[in-house]
């Protein structure tokens, strides 16, 4: 059995304090990440630039975010998790605030990009962290608990971005978001002495770190699952960003109900995170994993027609419930890829080929939106429907 690192000098009143700071700066990396796709026709308004502009600014996070992760993984192998987590919470909170001062549609795109930058190490840090002080056989629970604080970041961001932006506007939006970041950053910073790991773990030359990352890419267990984790998150950004757009067009919908129609999305991971991550550690991760990708298949399938709007909207629910399936999965096989002292980069290598599948997701629907929304629609179901056909061979050893 794997030892986790900092258990023993930590306690459990101890790691559920540090678990939740953790899991409020996961919370509100996702919710401001969310926050800006269901806004996208009201910026496109108020900045008078035609909508496939601002289909930009999911692609300007998250590309960005993807390829920092690179660096702040390994870095906090190298600094230790502490410092480097520290200045990533104080990078986010002035970076979503500057947001809200943007005077221009490219300024807005330009902060964006620092705010990837500024947010990429928090989740994967986050995870490398729980990886430290939890053995492999205990890390579902925590971790799922993470995604579920993430999936209530997608959840209320997708849905009170649209909401609220009639009642306080959208740059009120951002200023509030900022000010929590910076709570959450002034509670790490009171309770630092609980990052027992913040040591530093190793002394990788960062001129290693490229062929680090390729042995974990080129391994026998690595390929398929960094090639799962960047198709599966271009497959659900893809889809959910253009949702807006998709309600807006179909549905004919406004604000207020784009943001209820998103409701769902995150709500089962935020309610069955936790109970997710503890099946996956009692039964093992494949049947699960099994499920969420054939979960998205059949939501996106049923999008694809223009059923009752509360179908729709139902679907969307299901569509979070098979990223809650997967994605948290994935993450913990990748923190049982390295040891202890690489686990910052293969987790910060399993984030950034995330992001940058969804980066690129966002952009392929943009692309394929041109031949039409339910061709963009069906070519997605497709893709996922591959993944689920393959899982059957590339995962069957999973535990």
């Known amino acids: ?88 919470l104080g990078m986010m909170a002035i970076a979503t605030v500057a947001l809200a001062f943007s005077p221009t549609a490219y300024i807005f795109l330009g902060i964006r990009v620092l705010t990837g930058l500024a947010t990429g190490g928090i989740v994967p840090i986050a995870i490398a962290l729980l990886g430290d002080l939890y053995t492999y056989e205990e890390r579902g629970k925590p971790i799922g608990l993470l995604y579920g604080a993430m999936a209530g970041g997608m959840t209320f961001g997708s849905t009170l971005g649209a909401c609220l932006n009639p009642l306080i506007g959208w740059r009120m939006e951002f200023i509030v978001t900022g000010i929590l970041g910076g709570m959450v950053f002034l509670a790490a910073v009171y309770f630092r002495r609980l990052f027992t790991n913040g040591r530093p773990l190793h002394s990788m030359p960062l001129k290693n770190i490229i062929s680090a990352s390729y042995q974990l890419l080129g391994s026998t267990r690595g390929r398929p699952l960094y090639s799962y984790i960047f198709f ?43 109970t997710i991550g503890k099946m996956a550690d009692r039964y093992g991760r494949r049947k699960l994993i099994l499920t969420g990708l054939l979960t998205g298949v059949i939501t996106v399938a049923i999008l694809v027609f223009k059923f009752p709007l509360w179908i729709a909207g139902t679907a969307v629910a299901f569509l979070s419930l098979g990223y809650d399936m997967t994605q948290p999965l994935f993450a913990g096989l990748v923190t049982g890829l390295g040891n202890h002292s690489g686990r910052g980069l293969a987790v910060g290598l399993s984030a950034s080929t995330l992001f940058l599948g969804y980066g690129t997701g966002a952009l392929l629907f943009q692309f394929l939106l041109q031949q039409g929304l339910n061709t963009a629609l069906t070519a997605f179901v497709g893709l996922e429907f591959a993944l689920f056909l393959g899982s059957f061979y590339f995962f069957k050893n999973a535990r």
């Open 232 to 274: 599966n998150g271009m497959f659900h950004s893809g889809v959910f960003t253009w949702l807006g757009h998709y309600f807006s067009t179909r549905y004919h919908l406004g604000d207020e109900g784009i943001g209820l129609a998103l409701l769902g999305y995150g709500l089962p991971g935020m309610l069955l995170g936790f």
């Open 1 to 88: 059995m794997e030892t986790a690192v900092g258990t023993g000098n930590m306690n459990a009143a101890a790691r559920s304090i540090l678990l939740k700071i953790l899991a409020a700066a996961s919370f509100l990396a996702l919710f401001q990440a969310y926050l800006v796709a269901p806004l996208i026709p009201a910026l496109a308004t108020d900045f008078n630039v035609a909508p496939a502009l601002l289909g930009l600014m999911v692609p300007a996070y998250t590309i960005p975010y993807g390829l920092s992760t690179l660096v702040y993984g390994p870095l906090s192998d190298r600094l230790g998790r502490k410092p480097v987590l520290l200045t990533l």
